[in-house]
């Protein structure tokens, strides 16, 4: 009896110590994450007039800003699903999602109807829910 | 520590008790320390960070 007790004690630790190790893990991949996406400012007494005028610098300089290239999920599950779904899709969802942007905004960013996004956001989201084969009520 | 007062305190820790959590971070503070490691050094901001997200998110641990 006292052997059993003892084995559910250390059947505790154990669990918890795994259960912290991924927290922590977690924890600081999201640490790095938001770490990165600070945009680094550079003194403008620093930056070259070579720089400055040369072309497609102002274009690069706003990539570097959207930065939306990665994105960071907590679900490693959501992630593949997400990876699955058509590249148009994808764009449509982070556009949502990420960007916050209106659906009127996109439409007139991507070319397409309003009704259009309407129809991709809840076709991606099915699939989504799909894949994840649990509702998804999360996901609006 | 022995496992039956680990299991109180972690109980402790989960229901929020401060003193509980407290001993919780100094157990797992080698653990804390090696993931807080950058580029071969400790950052404090980084450790830090993970201490709060510790303290935040341990109530969802169901013992």
């Known amino acids: ?140 | 520590m022995d496992e039956r007062e680990f299991r109180e305190v972690l109980k402790g820790a989960v229901a929020g008790i401060h003193e509980d959590m407290e001993e919780v971070l100094r157990m797992y503070m080698p653990m804390i320390n090696k993931y807080s490691m950058r580029n071969g050094q400790l950052d404090e901001d980084l450790r830090q960070y993970i201490m709060i997200h510790v303290a935040l998110n341990i109530s969802k641990f169901g013992i």
């Not at chain 1, 994450?33 to 102002?58: A, M």
């Not at chain 1, 960071?72 to 960007?99: G, H, N, T, Y």
């Not at chain 1, 991507?110 to 894949?131: D, E, P």
């Open chain 1, 1 to 140: 009896m006292n052997h059993q007790q003892d084995s559910a004690h250390d059947e505790l630790r154990a669990r918890f110590t795994k259960w912290l190790d991924t927290l922590v893990y977690r924890a600081k991949l999201n640490y790095l994450y938001k770490d990165r996406k600070k945009v680094e400012t550079v003194p403008i007494d620093e930056v070259g007039e070579d720089c400055l005028s040369c072309p497609g610098f102002e274009d690069e300089c706003i990539r570097g800003l959207s930065g939306t290239d990665e994105i960071w999920f907590e679900e490693e599950e959501l992630e593949k699903a997400f990876k699955v779904l058509s590249p148009a899709r994808q764009q449509i969802l982070l556009m949502l999602f990420v960007e916050e942007k209106k659906p009127c905004e996109i439409a007139r960013e991507l070319n397409c109807s309003v009704q259009h996004v309407y129809n991709q956001r809840s076709l991606a989201l099915k699939k989504l829910r799909q894949a994840l084969g649990k509702g998804g009520e999360s996901l609006g």
